[in-house]
């Protein structure tokens, strides 16, 4: 009984925190000095993914009845593990961004329009956690297809201002 009152207690903390983290951040974000800035910013976010993971995963267990199939203590660990997972998976995954190549026929298309190339990135997110370095990758990427045009589509920059600088590289 004392085991489990200490592991119910933790495990509020943990939760708490959990959910406290992810304002912390935004709130490191935006100062100018904060000890520690680029890890509570990683936790803070991560931590924020987490969440919406756990809710989703929840929400899709219940409506799938997983929960009265495996019981509760089976289920739950199976959210929260999976939930870890998915995470791990998609930060390493985003440091790996892919290249897809699309043939998009048009009918009609002017003549001066064939074999226009068109690079298209979108969901980046510069910003202070995947930093310079990261978007300029992706840039000598896309400028190494030897496009005509690059569109800059969708979540670009994510707090950038002094990590992207203002050169408009």
């Not at 997972?85 to 961004?97: I, K, N, S, T, Y």
């Not at 043939?103 to 064939?114: K, S």
């Not at 990758?137 to 990590?163: D, K």
């Amino acid at each position: 009984r004392g085991l489990a009152a200490v592991g119910r207690a933790v495990g509020g903390i943990v939760v708490v925190r959990l959910a406290a983290a992810p304002f912390a951040a935004v709130c490191a974000g935006r100062a100018a000095s904060v000890p520690a800035k680029a890890a509570l910013e990683w936790v803070g976010f991560s931590a924020m993914g987490l969440s919406s993971l756990l809710i989703v995963f929840v929400l899709v267990g219940d409506l799938l009845g997983l929960r009265s199939w495996l019981g509760a203590g089976l289920f739950s660990a199976g959210v929260v593990s999976g939930a870890l997972l998915v995470l791990v998976l998609g930060a390493w995954r985003a440091q790996r961004p892919a290249v897809v190549r699309v043939e998009v026929p048009i009918d009609h298309l002017p003549a001066d329009f064939e074999g226009f190339r068109i690079v298209h990135l979108s969901g980046l997110h510069v910003g202070t956690k995947l930093g310079r370095n990261f978007g300029a990758r992706g840039v000598t990427a896309a400028n190494g297809l030897g496009p005509e045009l690059n569109a800059l589509v969708g979540g670009v920059g994510g707090g950038c201002a002094g990590v992207c600088g203002h050169e408009g590289r």
